[in-house]
């Protein structure tokens, strides 16, 4: 066997972010699905700029709810201040989202395969670990894991070199004997390049099949 161990990214590569984000955000605004576009926006404009270091994952999880209600709050009518409205959507929306688990095609099957032939695995994840943790169990899929290496725990983002050396130390593993499967070439693939480990590129975006893209790969 090539490797001892697999982590593996959990948004967009476990579990399928956009339709989580929907589900989270309806339950969190029932009345106004219209606005989730804009919102799935806001989000994703500062996750990315929380990729490339501008802010660290903790920021933008209280940064988003806040410009969302910024941008929306004159046409909701409520009779809550915009503090106060910030705050309970931001609470809604972080339970619901700690319950969604959509999975990506083939997510389950790559845990399979993985386990017959006999890796540790580990998830690998910038969030909170208690939603993380909560979302993987939700999709029936967090008794596959030995450990969660989630960055609110870890206490760095991917890909912060310190997050995966973090990580490494809590497996009692080195670089060489653990691959990376991600879907982000930012934090995922060059994060953990960087800390020494190879690693998996699944290019979600591309269009990629989960299992054709790691089946070759791990022998
Ligand atoms: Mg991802």
Redesign the pocket.
């Known amino acids: 066997m090539q490797y001892k161990a697999v982590f593996i990214?959990?948004?967009?590569?476990l579990l399928d972010?956009v339709p989580c984000c929907r589900a989270a955000f309806d339950a969190a605004m029932p009345e106004h699905p219209e606005f989730f576009q804009l919102f799935f926006d806001i989000a994703g404009r500062l996750f990315s700029e929380a990729k490339h270091g501008k802010y660290t994952i903790a920021e933008v999880m209280d940064m988003y709810p806040a410009e969302f209600i910024e941008t929306i709050y004159d046409s909701l009518r409520t009779p809550l201040a915009k503090e106060e409205m910030t705050e309970q959507f931001k609470h809604a929306f972080r339970v619901a989202w700690g319950t969604t688990h959509a999975l990506v095609p083939g997510a389950k099957e790559m845990l399979d395969l993985l386990r017959e032939k006999g890796y540790r695995l580990f998830a690998a994840?910038?969030s909170f670990g208690h939603l993380q943790r909560s979302r993987l169990e939700h999709a029936g899929i967090l008794h596959y894991f030995e450990d969660t290496f989630i960055s609110m725990d870890i206490g760095y983002d991917k890909p912060d070199i310190r997050f995966f050396r973090e990580a490494l130390r809590r497996a009692g593993l080195q670089p060489d004997e653990v691959v990376m499967i991600?879907?982000?070439m930012t934090?995922?693939i060059l994060g953990a390049r960087a800390a020494g480990m190879d690693t998996i590129f699944?290019d979600?975006r591309g269009g990629a099949s989960l299992l054709e893209t790691v089946n070759p790969l791990i022998r």
């Open positions: 990214d959990v948004d967009d590569t972010y994840s910038n991600g879907d982000s934090t995922d699944f979600r």
